[in-house]
């Protein structure tokens, strides 16, 4: 029969072509358009729009394996009740990525369990669903895998990873006083990335601070004015959220005005100032 051998040869040449997703719907495909009588256009368009597909979600299947976020965190789930001194409005027009066609940076600024991490993955989540290369790390990881590259003579391969994506986060700065050579790292990633491509960092330290990360404060002066040329800052204040439901479940078992006295909460509602010092924070 003509009309098989034309079917085989169809299917050859999409084997040939990589177009799997095509070759298993063609079949179906094609008694779709013999029953609702589709042109020769609507059936191709629906056939390569069943390839589209399929290459987007691959690719977005390998957006997701490089960014590595370390939670599946949406920006949705984020309860911005909970967290007053959160601009809701600021992240809202964040979470339309326009902020990555400037090359903006965003900086969360906080004591540890109010929700930094969460919002910088919310971000980084959105920017993968967009179609964007993203990248997560710890500020630590960084640090180890630039130690590492050095050892190994692969820098500037590595340094390619941090300066390639569109988005990288930067988690946890702050925790870990850097010495001179991880201090050097990172400011290459910064300058690498400055006016090109947008990075999101979180920290527990105010800025006026964070010259106790760095053993050179000309290094974290140089830093800064980089990363805050063209930046959004979000001071956030308030009490750890893990801290706020385990005290609000507390409260639920014992009464509002039981006996706490077996409750270690994490408090902290006083604005981060440049002049804080880091130790309230740690
Ligand atoms: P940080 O990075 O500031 O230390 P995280 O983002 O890791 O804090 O948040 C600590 C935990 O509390 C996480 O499990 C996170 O999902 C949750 N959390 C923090 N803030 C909120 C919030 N406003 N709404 C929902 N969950 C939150
Ligand atoms: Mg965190």
Avoid at 83 to 111: C, H
Avoid at 159 to 180: C, F, H, Q, V, W
Avoid at 247 to 253: A, D, H, I, P, S
């Amino acid at each position: 029969m003509i009309e098989d051998s034309i079917y085989q040869k169809l299917r050859s040449h999409l084997g040939y072509l990589h177009l799997s997703a095509t070759a298993l719907a063609l079949s179906s495909e094609l008694d779709y358009a013999k029953e609702k009588n589709l042109s020769h256009t609507a059936f191709l368009e629906r056939l390569l729009g069943i390839e589209v597909e399929a290459a987007i979600g691959r690719r977005q299947i390998i957006l997701e394996n490089i960014a590595a976020l370390p939670a599946p965190w949406r920006l949705s789930d984020f309860d911005f009740d909970a967290q007053p001194s959160i601009d809701k409005k600021m992240v809202n027009e964040l979470s339309t990525l326009r902020f990555l066609e400037d090359a903006t940076n965003v900086m969360f600024i906080g004591p540890p369990g109010v929700g930094k991490t969460m919002l910088a993955i919310g971000l980084a989540r959105a920017s993968i669903d967009a179609g964007y290369r993203t990248y997560y790390t710890t500020a630590a990881d960084l640090v180890a895998k630039c130690h590492k590259a050095a050892l190994e003579g692969k820098w500037s391969s590595v340094m390619r990873n941090y300066a390639t994506p569109k988005l990288l986060i930067i988690d946890e700065m702050g925790y870990l006083p850097l010495a001179s050579e991880a201090a050097a790292a990172l400011f290459q990633v910064i300058t690498t990335r400055y006016l090109k491509s947008s990075t999101i960092l979180t920290t527990n330290l105010s800025v006026g601070a964070w010259g106790k990360i760095f053993d050179d404060p000309m290094v974290a002066a140089a830093m800064l004015d980089r990363l805050l040329h063209r930046s959004v800052v979000f001071n956030i204040e308030g009490e750890s959220y893990r801290m706020r439901s385990h005290r609000e479940r507390y409260e639920r078992l014992v009464g509002k005005g039981g006996d706490k006295k077996n409750l270690t909460t994490y408090s902290s509602n006083k604005p981060i100032s440049p002049n804080h010092s880091t130790e309230e924070f740690q």
